[in-house]
């Protein structure tokens, strides 16, 4: 089947929307679904369930039983992605209007979405949904392209050498931009020059590229390219030469950015200061004076730019709410994000949405509200809807009538009556349009608390597992750690992502968090590592699955059973710990013969049988490592053979032993602190992100003079004009006393800052003379990117683990979703 043949029916069926993932299905109307496989997953295996939900039309690439589905539509393919891609291209030769391409390291959404806020009044503009930047994000983005538009804005990222030409031929950018050059994503290249190589090649069908011109690295690389470059720097040979970027003082965030363009002095004011955004601004600003805009007008506009925020985030609210910030924007697609996000995290709680008018819904390709009602009725079944602004009232008539609905027509209007609505032990979702100002609603259902947060970022974790799920054999399962609140992430909420994640196992430490797991609704089978008799009730209630350590153990489990009338005919899953050489717990080889004989017509049922190798992250134990393998191996076929039992799932490697043992990842592995960003193996270190970022701010900042003192015993000392700024955290929310007196650095506005004095209960001071520039309220990093957690482990002579399950329960934890 030619694809042109494809392309041509989806045009006559009026399909708009093209759907590669079963989880993020929106609607069934005008539909097709790309079956895609994947070393895990098949897309072919969800074709039952989706055409149950009323689609007909499928791209596949395996022969389909079509008389199972009598009246859908399946078009064979070799590739679907390879299709999805050729569709785009088909659909991207219709329109000749200009469209802007847009890559970089960092700042490409970031820059797409501000062209939008700044060219929005001149152009009918088609953009990329958030990050849609990859293989697939980048075709469905294209696809959006219809003649109500006259401007395109997409953006492209690629994570290896080969991937660009593809997205090249898609977007056939007119205009480029690129944007940055640094170490983000760098695992896919052997050097700056090599990425820069790769990403440039977005710009073959190019008049023009904007650029940075002192970035060696993207110059060269662009050296082939027959565009006419246009570029800013802050040296004289380039387009816009910036001359300087001045911060505003009067207390309020801002800048004025002074440069000359075409031997002229022009200027900007943004209300953003830090450099970060000041890059990201100027180069939209040489963007729109290459599109003819007047620099009077850009500076108009410039002032009005809103942040983008680049994140959906998850946190404790008022009166034991959990609330999920999604202000950023509003548009059909991110709602349907946003509602399944909610949808894995509500457990049992009741559900509430607070949503704004819908601004883009009469655009032709945009879903209806009449959709958007079936989804809050049936698909993500809301209990209660609350209205911000005129035209949403037409949801007043569509919705259910066991839908609690509000309307009102301003945001104002609502806070002069939220109190009213008395929000408790709900999961309540905010998503509103920029005009809304929504930030008004969080700011009074937040919980109000210690300002230090833990920053826990779901994409970070999803990427840590994917790198993971790179080295593991698809038939072997992992079981994911989630003991001591996931490391000190959060059981509940690592557990639900797992769950999407489509993780086999969970394992914690003890029973109640187990408990605390299933309350939350969390499906999947749960090992407890260290069951103890006082929650054998609890275990066997709520469906927990023990580690056998000791034949003593497995016989007070067995009596408990035999002893209750609700549990006594009940068959219960076992998981055996045979310990080759940790000596911590374990069944060791001298209990073989006695657990045969006890386990002999019991109606216990091994699911598992593991042992834990001592020193897997160390190569100079890989002898003791193998001893303990083959003993591991030894112990497990005598009990398969001698209890005669159907084979239970063999397992020995944690984190490290997955990478450096690949060869006995058996039946599933156990994956920890590499799910959260940590690991000693130099090659898995390059591919994980750490999940956690702790944070506080600057509480206030005082100008010291020689001879005075910091903190108490006036340990301190200052021997020079000091400048000292006193940090919201302290030993009781885990920054440990040890990192005080200069020992170790937190990072404020970009600049490492040294601590001066002791590390007090609830604050910490630190040296921020090298930071003139350092204000109250500023964010304070202790660690994350910069400085990482490794360097406060070294700090402390301890183990990132230690770090992680530290940090204290006041300390609120915050989940973001990039």
């Known amino acids: 089947m030619k694809i042109e043949e494809i392309y041509h029916f989806i045009q006559e069926k009026g399909i708009r929307n093209f759907l590669f993932d079963s989880r993020q299905w929106q609607s069934s109307d005008a539909t097709v679904f790309f079956a895609i496989k994947s070393e895990k997953n098949n897309g072919h295996d969800f074709i039952g369930k989706l055409y149950e939900k009323g689609i007909r039309f499928f791209i596949v690439e395996e022969e389909i039983n079509k008389n199972t589905y009598p009246d859908a539509t399946f078009y064979g393919v070799e590739n679907s992605v390879d299709a999805l891609q050729e569709i785009a291209r088909i659909h991207r030769s219709r329109f000749s209007f200009p469209v802007i391409g847009i890559t970089g390291s960092n700042g490409k959404t970031i820059v797409k979405e501000w062209l939008y806020q700044l060219l929005q009044e001149d152009y009918s503009i088609v953009r990329s949904p958030q990050s849609y930047n990859s293989q697939i994000g980048v075709p469905l983005s294209v696809l959006q392209m219809n003649h109500s538009h006259n401007l395109g804005i997409f953006e492209a990222g690629v994570s290896k050498v080969g991937e660009m030409e593809n997205i090249s031929s898609i977007i056939q950018c007119d205009m480029g931009v690129f944007t940055s050059l640094g170490s983000a994503h760098d695992a896919g290249f052997e050097n700056l020059e090599q990425k820069a190589e790769e990403k440039s090649k977005l710009f073959h069908t190019s008049n023009k590229i904007i650029y940075r011109k002192d970035i060696q690295e993207i110059k060269q690389a662009l050296q082939k390219n027959k565009a006419s470059s246009i570029t800013w720097s802050f040296s004289k040979e380039s387009d816009l030469n910036i001359q300087e970027i001045i911060e505003r003082r009067d207390g309020l965030s801002g800048a004025t950015i002074q440069a000359i363009y075409e031997s002229k002095k022009i200027e900007i004011n943004i209300p953003f200061s830090d450099e970060v955004s000041c890059h990201n601004a100027i180069i939209c600003w040489l963007t729109l004076l290459e599109l003819g805009v007047e620099n009077e007008v850009i500076n108009q506009r410039m002032q009005g730019l809103e ?47 607070i949503l704004s008018d819908i601004l883009q819904h009469k655009e032709k390709n945009d879903i209806t509200y009449s959709t958007i009602a079936t989804w809050l009725n049936q698909d993500f079944e809301i209990n209660a809807v609350i209205g911000v602004g005129e035209e949403i009232r037409i949801l007043e008539k569509l919705l259910n009538e066991n839908v609690l609905s509000y309307f009102y027509a301003s945001t104002d209007d609502f806070l002069k009556y939220i109190s ?100 939350e609704r969390i499906s999947l089978p749960i090992l407890v590592l260290n069951p103890e008799p006082s929650g054998f009730d609890a275990m066997l209630r709520y469906d927990l699955e023990p580690e056998i350590y000791s034949l003593y153990q497995l016989k007070q489990l067995y009596s408990f059973i035999k002893g209750n009338k609700e549990w006594k005919h009940k068959s219960i899953r076992v998981h055996l710990n045979l310990d080759t050489g940790m000596k911590r717990l374990g069944l060791e080889e001298k209990d073989i013969s006695s657990l045969i004989l006890f386990l002999h017509n019991k109606k216990i049922i091994i699911s598992s049988i593991f042992t834990h190798l001592a020193g897997s992250d160390a190569e100079e134990h890989d002898d003791f490592s193998n001893l303990q393998i083959l003993r591991f191996e030894r112990m497990y076929d005598r009990l398969v053979s001698s209890l005669k039992i159907e084979l239970p799932l063999k397992h020995i490697l944690n984190s490290a032993g997955i990478s450096r043992f690949p060869k006995y990842q058996f039946d599933m592995v156990r994956l920890g602190i590499g799910l959260y960003g940590v690991s000693v193996e130099q090659n898995m270190k390059d591919k994980l992100q750490i999940i956690g970022t702790l944070k506080a701010t600057v509480s206030q900042i005082k100008d010291l003079k020689p001879g005075e003192t910091v903190g108490y015993s006036r340990k301190g000392k200052v021997v020079k004009p000091t400048r000292i700024a006193t940090v919201s955290i302290g030993y009781a929310d885990g920054l440990s006393r040890k990192t005080g007196n200069g020992n170790y650095q937190l990072l404020i506005r970009g600049r490492k800052v040294s601590t001066i004095g002791v590390i007090c209960m609830d604050m910490c001071m630190v040296d921020a003379t090298n930071v003139p520039d350092v204000r109250i309220g500023d964010e304070v990093t202790i660690f994350g990117d910069d400085p990482k957690i490794e360097e406060l482990a070294d700090c402390l002579d301890t183990i990132p683990y230690e770090i992680l399950t530290s940090i204290s329960d006041r300390v609120k934890r915050v989940y973001v979703l990039d």
């Open 420 to 519: 009213q609505h008395k929000f408790r032990d709900e999961i309540i979702l905010v998503k509103g349009a920029r005009k809304f100002k929504f930030e008004k609603v969080i700011s009074r259902l937040e919980q109000q608390a210690h300002r230090t947060i833990f920053e826990i970022n779901f994409n970070a974790l999803k990427n840590n597992l994917t790198a993971y799920r790179k080295i593991i054999r698809p038939e072997t399962k992992i079981m994911a750690m989630v003991k001591a609140s996931a490391y000190g992430a959060g059981s509940v909420e690592v557990a639900k992502i797992m769950e999407t994640e489509k993780i086999d196992y969970l394992a914690v430490a003890y029973t109640d968090e187990g408990v605390a797991l299933r309350e």
């Open 307 to 353: 942040k983008v925020a680049m994140r959906l985030e998850l946190k404790k609210g008022i009166n034991g709410t959990l609330l999920i910030n999604d202000t950023y924007n509003l548009d059909v697609t991110s709602l349907h994000s946003s509602l399944r996000f909610m949808d894995t995290q509500a457990g049992g709680k009741k559900r509430t949405i």
